[in-house]
C-alpha cells in the first residue's frame, strides 16, 4: 500500500513540476509580440532560435547543436519529451541505434528493448525556406509540446522522444527578413533576390544521398548516425489547388528495393493523419493520385529516410502569411479515394489555418508513435533483420524488367501472345472468362531464379581504378548516410580477381540494404502513362540516378557470399584518399593524371601560385596528362596537395615539342534574379575545385565589352532562350519567369533582374566568341548553336502534316530524369581524361544531328549515342530515336569556340563522372 502511495505521490510531483514549468515558458505572443499565424507575419530564424532557447529552458527539452550551415549560422535540433526521459535520452538512443542495426539480435532481445524503448519521431520544417508554413508550424508545436498539460500530450512526451529541427536557418532568416522588411504589409512579398540555401535553393531537398552541403551532413548524421528516428516528417508546401495539402500514402509507384513494412507504415500514418483531420472537421487531405508525390525517388530528406527503414512522412500545404484563398477546382469537389473530404472553395485562407493544420498534423503522428512506441520500435528492427537475411542468401527483385523478361519467356516458349494490358488470370478464379492462360512457373523460374539475375552480396572498389580519390569520395556519401563499409587490410583475391589492401568492401547483408541496392544498382522506373497511348506520367523526380555511375566510379558486383582480410569501418568514420608522396629528384617535372577529378584542384593551386603547368596532348599516362615544371614552389604545393587530396606526382621525362602551357581564365557565370539553381551547384563546385569564378548576370551581358573581363562564360540549363521558331525549339529558360516590378526590388538588386534575349543578349555573346572568347553550354542553354545558325539541328523532331518538323510527342519519346550511356572520344581536349564511355545525366536533353557540312566548318563531336539502348537506369521511352545522336559538340566561332553539352553534366554535385567535361574548358592556352 506504501508503494501504491509513493508511485501516486510521485505522478503528482511530477505532474507538478511539468505544469510549473510550463507555466514559466512565454508564449510565442509575448516573445514575438504576434502569434504564430498571424496575417502578414513572420518570425525569422534568429528570433525562433531565441524563444527555442528560451523554450530549451523547460525540463522538457534539450537543445542540442548539430553543427554549422553553409552561413555560418549554428544548426540546432530541439529533444522534447518527458522530464524523466530527457534525463536518459542516452539510454533511448542506444536502444534506437540497436534496433535499426538489427546486428546480432534475436526477435525475444528486439521486443525487449522495444518494450523499454521509447518512440523516436524526427519532425522539422522550413526546408524550402519560401515554404514558410514549415519553420512557423515548427516554434508553434514546440510551444505546444512544452506548455500542454492535456493528457494526449502528457501521454506523448511520456512514450516518445520527439527531435524538431528548422531545416534551413539561412533561408528562414533570409525570407522572414525580405518579408518584414516591407513597412506596408500589403506589399509584403516572398520574391527573394536569391537561392534560399546559399549555393542550391530548392535542392535541399534531393542532397540526402549526397550530402554535398552542410545543412544535408548535419541533419543526416542526426537521422543516420545519431537517432534513426523510426517516423520522420518533412513539412512542404503546397498543396494542389482545390485542396488544403497533399500527404501519405502516396502514388505509386513506390521503389522496389523497399521493405513492404516500410510502406504499410506509410499507409498506418497516413490513416491516422487524415483521421485525425476528419475528426476535428478539418477537411481538404488529398492522398494517393491526388497529388504527383510518390515514394519512387532517393535524396529528399523525406525519402532517403525510407531507404533506411524510417517511416518517411511528407505534407504539402497550403498558406503563408499573406492571405490566401482555395479556387474552385470541379473535379476536387467530388469525394473519391484520393481526397475523402474534400474541401469547399474559400474565399479567403488565413496563415493560422494551415499553421493549426500542421500542429494537428503533428500531433497525429506523434499520438500514434505514443500508442504504437513498442510496435514502431520493433518494426525498424524486423525490416533491418529482414535486410540482413536477405543480403545473406540468393535473393532477386522484381521489376517491370523482370516481370516483362517473364512474359517474353512464357510467349518465346509457348508460342502465343500477351497484348499490353492483358490479364493474366485463372479462369476460375473470379468466375470471369479467361482471357489467356496462367504462364506456368517455369517462366518465372527462368528469371527469378537465374543465377545471373540474383541479387549482389556485395560490392568491390579497387583501390587500382584510375580515380580512386573519387571512390573515396563515393563511400563517404554512403558513409555520411550511415552504411556500412569494409576495408581491406591486405591484398585478396575474390572470384579469381586479385585487389590491393586499401580497397573498400560493400556488402548488403546490413540493415540498410535498400540504400546500398539503390546506390549501386540500376533503377527500373515503369513505364507510366495516362492511359495506354496516352501521354507519360511525370515522375516525381528522377526516375534513375544511381549514385556509382554518375561518379563513374568502377566496382565489382559480387554474387556468392566472400570473405577476406576485410576490416569494418566505424560508423560515421569518414574516409580520406591514401596520402600520396611525390617523385624524388624530379629535376624535369611531375606528371599529374588527367583521369584523377582531385588533379584539378591541384593545378589550380599550382597556377595561382604561378607555377608553370602544360598539358600533353599524347600523355604517358593518357591524353590530358598535367605536367608541372619543377621547382621549390611547386615542390610545396605537391607535397600538400597530394598529401591531402591522394593524387599521385610521378617523374616527369623532359618536357614534349608538342607540350600546351596552360593558365587560369577569368570565368563568368550566368545567374539571374531569384537564382539559378543549377547555376548555384557550379558556384560549389568552382569552390570545392579551387576555380576563381565571377556570377554575371543579363545585365551584364547587354552590356557588351566581355572579353576585356572574362575569357570563358559559363550558361547552364534555363540561361539561353529558344529560337522563336524552328527545329532547335527546345526547352525554354528559368529567367522567362521573372516578373517581379523593378519598383518592389532594392536598388542593389535591380542590376540583377532581366533575362538573356535574342536581340540583346545573344549578339554580345557572339561578339564575345569571334573575339576569342570560350563560351560553355548546358542543357537547355545549347540552343545558343540555333542562335547562332551553326550547322546542327534537333534530333529529337518528325514531320507534320505539313511537312514541319516538330518535336517527338511524349508518346512516342519521353526520358525523364536518368541515367544515359555515351560513347566520348578521349583524343578531343575537351574530354581528356575521360574513357570512351561514359554515363551521363540525361533530363529529355537536347540531342544533335550534325548538318552535312558540319565537319567543314570544323563542328566536332564530343559525346554521342552509338546505339538505340542507352538507358543505363531509369526510365527511357522510346530510347532508340536517340541512336547516332550527338550528345555534346564544339564548334568554331570567329576566333572563339563554343562548347554545347546537351547532358546535364554538373548534374546536383554529383555527376563526378562528368566533371572533366567542364573543368577541361577552363584553361587557356
Request: proline share 7%; with cysteine.
Amino acid at each position: 500500500m506504501k508503494i501504491k502511495n509513493c508511485y501516486a505521490l510521485s505522478i503528482v510531483l511530477w505532474l507538478y513540476v511539468s505544469v510549473s514549468v510550463a507555466q514559466t515558458v512565454p508564449s510565442p505572443k509575448s516573445f514575438f509580440g504576434f502569434n504564430i499565424g498571424d496575417d502578414y507575419k513572420l518570425a525569422n530564424y534568429t528570433q525562433a532560435l531565441a524563444y527555442e532557447k528560451k523554450l530549451a529552458t523547460s525540463n522538457r527539452a534539450k537543445l542540442i547543436d548539430i553543427g554549422l550551415t553553409e552561413e555560418g549560422r549554428h544548426q540546432y535540433t530541439l529533444v522534447v519529451s518527458s522530464p524523466e526521459n530527457i534525463k536518459n535520452l542516452e539510454e533511448y538512443k542506444t536502444i534506437s541505434q540497436k534496433l535499426a542495426h538489427a546486428e546480432g539480435l534475436t526477435d525475444q532481445q528486439a521486443l525487449a528493448l522495444a518494450a523499454k524503448g521509447k518512440a523516436i519521431v524526427w519532425i522539422d520544417g522550413g526546408l524550402h525556406a519560401t515554404e514558410v508554413v514549415g519553420a512557423q508550424q515548427l516554434t508553434e508545436t514546440m510551444y505546444q509540446l512544452i506548455s500542454r498539460t492535456d493528457p494526449e500530450t502528457m501521454r506523448i512526451l511520456n512514450n516518445v522522444v520527439i527531435l524538431m529541427t528548422y531545416a534551413n536557418p539561412d533561408g528562414m532568416d533570409l525570407v522572414s527578413n525580405w518579408y518584414m522588411g516591407e513597412t506596408d504589409p500589403k506589399k509584403r512579398n516572398l520574391n527573394i533576390p536569391r537561392l534560399y540555401e546559399k549555393y542550391i535553393g530548392h535542392d535541399n531537398n534531393r542532397d540526402f544521398y549526397m550530402t554535398n552541403t552542410k545543412e544535408s551532413t548535419n541533419m543526416s548524421k542526426q537521422l543516420f548516425l545519431e537517432w534513426f528516428p523510426q517516423i520522420m516528417y518533412n513539412h512542404h508546401q503546397a498543396g494542389p489547388a482545390g485542396s488544403v495539402l497533399a500527404g501519405p500514402p502516396y502514388r505509386d509507384p513506390f521503389n522496389y528495393v523497399f521493405d513492404p513494412l516500410m510502406i504499410t507504415g506509410i499507409d498506418a500514418l497516413g490513416a491516422a493523419m487524415y483521421s485525425r483531420l476528419n475528426l476535428e472537421n478539418k477537411p481538404g487531405f488529398t492522398r494517393f493520385t491526388g497529388s504527383t508525390f510518390s515514394t519512387w525517388y532517393n535524396g529528399g530528406l523525406r525519402t532517403t529516410t525510407q531507404f533506411h527503414n524510417m517511416i518517411g512522412l511528407l505534407t504539402e500545404i497550403i498558406g503563408g502569411p499573406t492571405p490566401q484563398s482555395i479556387p474552385v477546382v470541379p473535379q476536387r469537389l467530388i469525394p473519391n479515394g484520393a481526397t475523402p473530404n474534400p474541401i469547399l472553395p474559400q474565399g479567403v485562407w488565413h496563415f493560422r489555418q494551415s499553421i493549426d493544420y500542421s500542429v494537428s498534423l503533428n500531433y497525429s503522428v506523434l499520438d500514434y508513435a505514443a500508442r504504437q512506441h513498442d510496435e514502431v520500435l520493433f518494426n525498424i528492427y524486423r525490416m533491418g533483420k529482414n535486410s540482413i537475411q536477405r543480403g545473406s542468401k540468393d535473393t532477386w527483385t522484381l521489376s517491370p524488367k523482370r516481370s516483362e523478361a517473364i512474359t517474353q519467356a512464357y510467349q518465346k516458349g509457348e508460342g502465343k501472345t500477351i497484348a499490353a494490358g492483358d490479364d493474366v488470370s485463372d479462369e476460375a478464379a473470379g468466375g470471369g472468362r479467361e482471357r489467356i492462360p496462367n504462364i506456368p512457373v517455369k517462366y518465372f523460374d527462368a528469371v527469378l531464379k537465374n543465377p545471373e539475375l540474383r541479387d549482389p552480396r556485395g560490392y568491390i572498389l579497387s583501390a587500382s581504378q584510375p580515380d580512386f580519390p573519387t571512390a573515396v569520395k563515393f563511400m563517404n556519401a554512403l558513409i555520411k548516410s550511415g552504411i556500412q563499409v569494409q576495408k581491406a587490410t591486405a591484398d585478396f583475391t575474390v572470384e579469381g580477381k586479385q585487389y590491393p589492401a586499401g580497397s573498400y568492401i560493400v556488402k548488403t547483408d546490413q540493415a540498410f540494404r535498400p540504400h546500398v541496392l539503390d546506390m549501386f544498382e540500376p533503377q527500373d522506373y515503369p513505364n507510366d502513362f495516362l492511359y495506354p497511348g496516352g501521354p507519360p506520367i511525370k515522375p516525381y523526380d528522377s526516375a534513375g540516378w544511381t549514385l556509382a555511375y554518375q561518379m563513374g566510379v568502377q566496382f565489382d558486383r559480387i554474387l556468392d557470399a566472400f570473405t577476406g582480410p576485410f576490416q569494418r569501418i566505424p560508423y560515421g568514420e569518414i574516409q580520406s584518399p591514401a596520402k600520396q608522396g611525390i617523385a624524388a629528384n624530379a629535376k624535369n617535372g611531375y606528371l599529374l593524371s588527367s583521369e584523377v577529378n582531385n588533379s584539378f584542384i591541384i593545378v589550380n593551386d599550382l597556377l595561382k601560385a604561378g607555377v608553370e603547368v602544360y598539358r600533353l596532348p599524347k600523355g604517358k599516362l593518357e591524353n590530358g596528362t598535367f605536367f608541372v615544371s619543377a621547382g621549390e614552389k611547386a615542390k610545396s604545393i605537391l607535397e600538400k596537395d597530394a598529401a591531402t587530396f591522394g593524387v599521385k606526382a610521378t617523374a616527369a621525362d623532359q618536357l614534349p615539342s608538342d607540350a600546351i602551357k596552360i593558365s587560369s581564365m577569368r570565368i563568368g557565370l550566368w545567374d539571374t534574379y531569384g537564382g539559378s539553381i543549377p547555376s548555384g551547384w557550379i558556384r560549389w563546385l568552382m569552390e570545392q575545385y579551387h576555380y576563381d569564378c565571377s556570377v554575371i548576370y543579363p545585365q551584364d551581358i547587354d552590356a557588351g565589352n566581355l572579353k576585356q573581363k572574362y575569357d570563358v562564360l559559363i550558361f547552364v540549363t534555363g540561361a539561353i532562350p529558344p529560337k522563336a521558331s524552328g527545329a532547335g525549339r527546345r526547352g525554354g529558360t528559368s529567367a522567362s519567369r521573372q516578373s517581379t516590378s523593378l519598383d518592389s526590388i532594392p536598388e542593389k538588386f535591380r542590376p540583377w533582374v532581366g533575362r538573356v534575349t535574342a536581340n540583346k543578349s545573344v549578339p554580345q555573346i557572339k561578339a564575345f566568341l569571334e573575339a576569342g572568347g570560350s563560351v560553355v553550354t548546358i542543357g537547355t542553354s545549347t540552343n545558343l548553336a540555333y542562335q547562332l545558325g551553326l550547322p546542327v539541328h534537333n534530333a529529337l523532331v518528325e514531320k507534320n502534316d505539313k511537312n514541319e518538323e516538330v518535336p517527338l510527342p511524349g508518346t512516342k519519346y519521353y526520358i525523364p530524369g536518368s541515367i544515359l550511356s555515351v560513347d566520348i572520344d578521349p583524343d578531343q581536349p575537351a574530354a581528356w581524361g575521360m574513357n570512351k564511355q561514359a554515363d551521363i545525366n540525361f533530363e529529355n536533353s537536347p540531342v544533335f544531328k550534325l548538318d552535312a557540312d558540319a565537319a567543314a566548318k570544323g563542328v566536332v563531336p564530343i559525346a554521342w549515342f552509338p546505339n538505340d539502348k542507352p538507358l543505363r537506369s531509369g526510365w527511357a521511352w522510346g530510347q532508340a530515336y536517340l541512336k547516332d545522336g550527338v550528345a555534346a559538340f564544339t564548334a568554331p566561332v570567329g576566333s572563339g569556340k563554343l562548347y554545347a553539352f546537351g547532358p546535364e553534366i554538373t548534374f546536383r554535385g554529383q555527376s563526378h563522372g562528368t566533371f572533366k567535361l567542364l573543368f577541361n574548358q577552363l584553361y587557356a592556352h
